[in-house]
């Protein structure tokens, strides 16, 4: 593995299982209340790169704060189709970002309106520190991977 991969981010690494869905869950604190927020993501770098909508305030809380980012597949696959279900969690800093014009390519259109508002992206990039991954296999399988 290349010096610059940690096992969090290197091949068959947990983040890469963020390019099977298109979004997740960030979670952090707003004025000491918990919320969660539906993101877009990418993964860039090693980095998860987040869009969301800028009317809520939610990148401005998270702006120089530790967040989790979690994503999963319970939608996409189903346990009697033989699919494995998986979810990962990401925990480190975040920080608001502007990505450059193929990352913004990446994230693909984004929605017109977010609760009846038109669309206004921002950008968050998260800096995996803890990863977790777990895995159902109808069989109990949990699996734990990664403190970078």
Do not use: K
């Amino acid at each position: 593995m290349p010096s610059d991969e940690s096992p969090a981010t290197g091949p068959g690494a947990p983040i890469e299982l963020l390019r099977r869905v298109p979004y997740g869950r960030l979670a952090t604190s707003m004025r000491a209340l918990p919320f969660l927020a539906v993101a877009r993501h990418i993964v860039s770098d090693g980095r998860i790169l987040l869009r969301m909508h800028s009317g809520f305030g939610y990148h401005e809380a998270c702006d120089g704060s530790v967040v989790a980012y979690g994503a999963d597949n319970y939608n996409a696959a189903s346990p009697g189709n033989g699919g494995d279900l998986w979810s990962v969690q990401f925990t480190g800093p975040a920080e608001i970002v502007h990505p450059c014009p193929g990352q913004a390519e990446l994230f693909g259109a984004p929605p017109t309106h977010a609760d009846g508002e038109p669309f206004d992206a921002a950008y968050l990039r998260v800096d995996p520190h803890f990863v977790t991954e777990h895995t159902l296999d109808f069989g109990a399988s949990l699996l734990v991977r990664h403190a970078v």
